[in-house]
């Protein structure tokens, strides 16, 4: 019998070539088992889509139209946290009120209002601002309250509760939902809710999506409610916290 010798590089080849064999043998079984298989429809492209939660505030371009958004900065990122009754000084500039505090950072709150609705003039004055904003993808929960010693500048509310809004806005203004029965409660889906603010001059029922102007003294303010429900989810993985929602923003308007 004659021996053949096959060096390292030999056997290396013949390793590949005896792999490559069987690979040719198992694609042909493969191809045997699908050529019945008929092909599907060609790939969609899809684009990029933005998730928009519609009770999570967020930064966002401008909008002048819709509904109000409020976003509060702190070194132009987005703050989350709580802060309670603190002293400084205001500023509107454009579209912005920039709140220098005592002590502690600066915090811009950016007014995105829509169309017809504007922050009246407010000179640079010491106020007080109350903020909060922990939202998160069960509900929203802002508020932004500042008030100089004379006046209320802003009150903006959009919260998410158990129980029936009745929540001082400030200044001797009140705001108040009608609680639902209990039968209504059971309801799936979003229930609308009356809502009225209460003020020096009596009381308001407030429409949704209509602006109407409020007088205290000399000052009027321009009151907007946006969302006034209650909501009850589908099921129990839909995301949304069940309870009453509220949103609704009081703006200062003029001065005489």
């Not at 690979?23 to 429809?41: H, I, W």
């Not at 409020?70 to 070194?75: A, C, F, G, Q, R």
């Not at 950072?105 to 504007?118: E, F, H, Q």
Request: glycine share 8%; proline share 7%.
């Amino acid at each position: 019998m004659k021996i053949i010798k096959i060096g390292a590089l030999g056997l290396s080849i013949f390793i590949l070539a005896g792999s490559f064999l069987a690979c040719q043998q198992q694609q042909t079984v493969v191809d045997e088992k699908l050529k019945d298989v008929k092909a599907g429809p060609p790939l969609q492209h899809v684009q990029n889509v933005a998730i928009a939660f519609d009770s999570i505030p967020s930064v966002k371009p401008l909008q002048k139209n819709g509904m109000v958004a409020i976003s509060i900065l702190e070194d132009n990122r987005i703050f989350q946290g709580e802060l309670p009754r603190i002293a400084g000084r205001i500023e509107l500039k454009e579209n912005t009120l920039h709140f220098a505090p005592v002590s502690g950072k600066p915090l811009d709150i950016r007014l995105d209002l829509p169309n017809g609705l504007a922050m009246g003039k407010i000179d640079p004055t010491e106020a007080y601002m109350e903020l909060r904003d922990l939202s998160d993808l069960e509900g929203a929960d802002q508020l932004v309250r500042i008030e100089t010693k004379e006046r209320l500048l802003i009150s903006s509310i959009w919260q998410v509760k158990p129980d029936p809004f009745s929540l001082q806005l400030g200044k001797g203004f009140q705001i108040t939902q009608e609680p639902l029965t209990a039968d209504a409660q059971q309801k799936p889906g979003y229930t609308s809710i009356k809502s009225f603010i209460s003020g020096p001059n009596g009381r308001t029922e407030l429409v949704p999506g209509k602006a109407i102007d409020i007088t205290s003294g000399k000052t009027t303010y321009t009151c907007l409610l946006e969302i006034s429900n209650y909501f009850k989810p589908n099921d129990p993985g839909e995301d949304g916290k069940e309870g009453y929602i509220l949103k609704v923003a009081l703006l200062l308007k003029s001065v005489k």
